[in-house]
């Protein structure tokens, strides 16, 4: 069985500054796919960016990029340049053959002005 | 419409009372998602639908719980007999198609279902 494991139960950061967060997951599939979700307030989920497990190059958008370690099995999440409105609970996700996409417990992040 | 929907967004109901929740997918995705999400905590995987057929059910707490898509489209999530434990945010799930290869989920805003 896959596991997510996100030991930062809640974290905050000054705006302009970078956070980053962390992920660890178990697996013993090689191909498989890893997500970073953002659950605002309004309790809907929005993807922020998304990690094939066979590419070497880590992800990027725009402000958001991975720091992928498969052989750590470890993918972070940095947020560069944080605004206000990255405030919400971050889930990392994982997916492989099945397709039950598993997510970890979540990290809140709070941005202060 | 364009995005996830999901009904009603709140519930409230008095323990030992059936409950129904909603789900219309995103128009063309073959696959749904049912999660659960309790206060404070992460998604709990419940079922999928691809199409209409269910290939994974374990998620499903006990039961009580059951889940039908009709016309591969709109899903209902039924728990029969609720419990004070069943209180949660329901979320609703699409995408293109169930699979490693699937991507990007959407999800809609959720179902908060309070059992008194």
């Known amino acids: 069985a896959q596991t997510v494991t996100q030991s930062q139960p809640e974290m905050s950061v000054q705006e302009a500054e970078t956070v980053t967060l962390s992920c660890t997951y178990d697996?013993?599939?090689?191909?498989?796919?890893l997500f970073w979700y953002k659950q605002p307030p309004s309790r809907q989920m929005i993807l922020v960016i998304r990690?094939?497990?066979?590419?070497?190059q880590n992800a990027t958008e725009n402000r958001f990029s991975v720091n992928f370690q498969k052989a750590a099995k470890s993918f972070s999440l940095k947020i560069s340049d944080s605004q206000l409105g990255d405030t919400a609970m971050y889930f990392c996700?994982?997916?492989?053959?099945?397709?039950?996409?598993?997510f970890g417990e979540g990290t809140q992040l709070t941005v202060n002005p | 419409g364009a995005g996830v929907s999901q009904s009603p967004s709140n519930k409230v109901t008095e323990k030992g009372k059936d409950v129904e929740l909603r789900c219309d997918p995103i128009?063309?995705?073959?696959?749904l998602y049912w999660y659960r999400q309790s206060l404070g905590q992460g998604l709990e995987f419940l079922i999928y639908?691809?199409?209409?057929?269910?290939?994974?059910k374990s998620g499903l707490p006990s039961d009580r719980f059951s889940a039908e898509r009709t016309g591969g489209s709109v899903s209902t999530l039924t728990i029969q007999r609720t419990q004070q434990e069943d209180s949660a945010v329901y979320l609703c799930?699409?995408?293109?198609?169930?699979?490693?290869?699937?991507?990007?989920?959407?999800f809609g805003e959720g179902s908060r279902l309070t059992v008194l």
């Open positions: 996700a994982f997916i492989a053959s099945g397709s039950r996409l598993t």
């Open positions: 697996t013993s599939e090689n191909n498989y796919y």
């Open positions: 128009s063309g995705h073959t696959a």
């Open positions: 990690q094939e497990a066979y590419k070497q």
């Open positions: 639908f691809q199409g209409n057929s269910a290939p994974d």
């Open positions: 799930a699409s995408s293109l198609r169930a699979g490693a290869y699937t991507g990007e989920l959407f």
